[in-house]
Structures are given as C-alpha cells and as structure tokens.
C-alpha cells in the first residue's frame, strides 16, 4: 500500500493504481517493478507538508494494487482505462503509477482531458517503433488523438520525423534549458478553463537525478523544476501519473517518483479547497 493511503475506495478522493507494464521497454527493462518500487521508497515521507498544512493521511487516498498486464497490450490498456475511468466516475481523481509510459494512454483516455501536459526526454510521437503502434515511444502521438492538445516539458531527443509533428499546432515542446523561465512565466489559469492529465515520465529528470529508468538521456530537468510543475498545473489536473521507474538504481527514481506523487496530491487537495 502506498504510505499515508489510508482511505476506504467508497470515500476516495484520490485512487492509486499500480501498472506495472513493462512489454516495450527499449534498453534497460525493470518498469514492471515501478509501482512496488514507488510505494517502497515513499515509506520514509512525513505525513505533514509544511507549504500547504496538509496531513497527506487526511486527504483521501486510496492504494487499490496493481493492474497486473498480460501479453495483449491493447487489450490491457482498454482494461486499465475501464479501471481508471470507474475511479472518475466516482468523482475521484486517478493516480496511476507505472510501469512503462504506454499506460499514459489508459489513464487520458479515462480522463479524456482536454490538454496533456508530460515531462519527458523523449518527444513519444513515434507513428510505430520497431514494428509496434504500441511502442512506449509512440504513447504521446496516441493522446493526441483524445486530446486538443500536448505540452511537452523536457524533450530533448525525437527522430527527425517526431520534431516535424512537434512542429505542429497542438504541440509544445519546452526543452531543459528553458523550463526554468517556463515555469516563471507560467500563468496556471490557463488550465483552469478546461480538463488537463499531468504525466510525469521520469527520464523527463537529468540522469544524476532519477536514474532508475530505462532509456536514460542526459541533459535534463532538475527535480525541483519538475516540482514546481506539479505545484502549479496539479491543481487544474483530473488525472496524474509517474512512470518509466525500474530497479536499476538504488531507489533515487522511485523516491522522485512518490515525492512527485505526493506533491501532486497536496497542490490538488489545496486548489480544490482554495
């Protein structure tokens, strides 16, 4: 269970549910440990957080396991979207962990926002990658066709034809180097008008940070750069994940990743409140 998940499902305001896919990883597999990974190395977190005054424990959440995956990855997407859509029917917001980043998919589909908004090295807008559709590198190219529109932060590496799609209207890249001014520049409001899914993949963070993921890129985000993220879109967001964490380090991926996770949902009780 996922420290401080305390809730009973019926009186959820908040959903954690482990994916742990790992079908497609490209160079270092292991995401089919994330989710246990994630709840493990979050154990240590106090429960108060001084910048909102929340007790994490109070705020509703409930740990429902894993959605354990099979060999049909499309299939087991549609299973997991029917899983994480039944946590929005019931008026609570999903918090998925993975697993590899195709299970974004699952989660903006049950969600169907209106706007994506990803921390990634990589672009994702792979039409296929070695012969699959359902490649990990072609999971935001997918989203966009339930979403209005992509916010990409932290992209540093796509092939030639994933940086032409990016070129496109819908889509916005924010490299590294000028996430910092982003950030500073960011109006939060823009987000309040309409339905928007944060996803973080954590190979979006500098590899000296969050190691422990499968296709590290150097040159990345800092970790508080990727906070300050989740402090101001986690308000406006209907759904969240973190994904891309293996067991390939000793733990600095998943620690990141259930720290994001626990910002998120002390921005979100806090906007909700406000």
């Avoid at 809730?7 to 989710?35: E, I, K, N």
């Avoid at 706007?115 to 590198?137: C, F, Q, S």
């Avoid at 540093?156 to 209207?169: Q, Y």
Wanted: charged share 25%; with cysteine; net charge negative.
């Amino acid at each position: 269970m996922f420290p401080g998940a305390t809730a009973d499902r019926d009186a959820a305001s908040y959903v954690v549910v482990g994916a742990p896919l790992d079908a497609t990883t490209t160079f270092q597999p292991g995401t089919r440990f994330g989710p246990d990974r994630i709840r493990r190395f979050s154990a240590s977190y106090d429960d108060y957080d001084d910048r909102t005054g929340s007790h994490f424990s109070a705020l509703g959440v409930h740990d429902a396991g894993d959605v354990e995956p099979w060999d049909d990855t499309r299939e087991y997407l549609d299973h997991l979207a029917a899983e994480l859509r039944s946590v929005v029917l019931d008026d609570a917001v999903p918090l998925a962990v993975g697993g590899e980043h195709t299970v974004t998919y699952a989660g903006v589909e049950a969600v169907s926002p209106d706007t994506l908004v990803v921390v990634d090295a990589h672009l994702d807008l792979r039409a296929e990658y070695a012969g699959n559709p359902w490649n990990h590198a072609c999971v935001t190219r997918h989203a966009l066709d339930v979403v209005d529109r992509a916010v990409i932060l932290g992209a540093r590496t796509g092939s030639a034809e994933e940086w032409d799609r990016a070129a496109e209207s819908d889509v916005e890249v924010v490299a590294p180097e000028d996430a910092r001014a982003w950030l500073d520049d960011l109006d939060p409001g823009q987000f309040a008008d309409g339905s928007t899914y944060l996803s973080i993949d954590v190979d979006g963070v500098d590899p000296g940070f969050a190691p422990g993921t499968g296709t590290t890129e150097p040159f990345g985000l800092h970790p508080r750069e990727v906070r300050d993220l989740v402090r101001a879109v986690g308000p406006h967001a209907d759904g969240f994940d973190v994904v891309e964490v293996n067991d390939r380090d000793d733990g600095q991926a998943a620690a990141l990743g259930g720290k994001l996770l626990r910002e998120f949902v002390h921005a979100h009780a806090a906007g909700s409140s406000a």
